[in-house]
């Protein structure tokens, strides 16, 4: 079964090796250009998922969470794809902060845009590929879930 279709009825990792693994298992699955939406609390496993995702695209740099710079540009050597990783939890939804990051000159296909707290970027201004929800079920056990965006 894809995991995709399996990730729509929700997968539960109990490691970040495992939540990694997922990631990268599902970057064949996406489209050209997917634009990822990433929701849940501190510590639900957002930016580990995104490590995933840069090791799927073949991106070996060290992923840290852009929280404070608000984005993160990182390049594959292998098949030229731009992994951008965004979080929006200080933005507070000012809609203006989109053409102040200048984000879409670095949109530039192929590329992956994964943004963390979507809800906090206001009014998204691209449609997602992929809505993810990560949470914590219990200790050491975290629930990824996925729909599809309008953007498919």
Request: overall charge negative; aromatic content about 8%; some cysteine.
């Given at each position: 079964?894809?995991?995709?279709?399996?990730?729509?009825?929700?997968?539960?990792?109990?490691?970040?090796?495992?939540?990694i693994?997922?990631?990268?298992?599902?970057?064949?699955?996406?489209?050209?250009?997917?634009?990822?939406?990433?929701?849940?609390?501190?510590?639900?496993?957002?930016?580990?998922?995104?490590?995933?995702?840069?090791?799927?695209?073949?991106?070996?740099?060290?992923i840290?969470?852009?929280?404070?710079?608000?984005?993160?540009?990182?390049?594959?050597?292998?098949?030229?794809?731009?992994?951008?990783?965004?979080?929006?939890?200080?933005l507070?939804?000012?809609?203006?902060?989109?053409?102040?990051?200048?984000?879409?000159?670095?949109?530039?296909?192929?590329?992956?845009?994964?943004?963390?707290?979507?809800?906090?970027?206001?009014?998204?201004?691209?449609?997602?590929?992929?809505?993810?929800?990560?949470?914590?079920?219990?200790?050491?056990?975290?629930?990824?879930?996925?729909?599809?965006?309008?953007?498919?």
């Amino acid at each position: 079964m894809p995991i995709l279709e399996t990730l729509e009825t929700g997968i539960v990792t109990e490691s970040s090796d495992q939540t990694i693994g997922i990631a990268e298992s599902l970057v064949p699955e996406l489209p050209t250009n997917a634009i990822l939406t990433l929701e849940g609390d501190l510590g639900a496993g957002k930016t580990t998922f995104v490590k995933g995702l840069a090791l799927g695209f073949g991106i070996h740099d060290r992923i840290t969470s852009p929280t404070f710079n608000i984005f993160n540009c990182y390049e594959s050597v292998s098949n030229s794809t731009t992994l951008l990783h965004l979080d929006a939890y200080r933005l507070e939804g000012d809609p203006s902060i989109v053409d102040e990051l200048m984000l879409e000159d670095f949109m530039k296909p192929p590329f992956c845009l994964a943004i963390e707290w979507p809800k906090l970027f206001g009014p998204l201004p691209w449609k997602p590929s992929l809505e993810l929800t990560l949470s914590i079920e219990s200790p050491g056990k975290h629930l990824i879930r996925a729909s599809q965006g309008t953007g498919l």
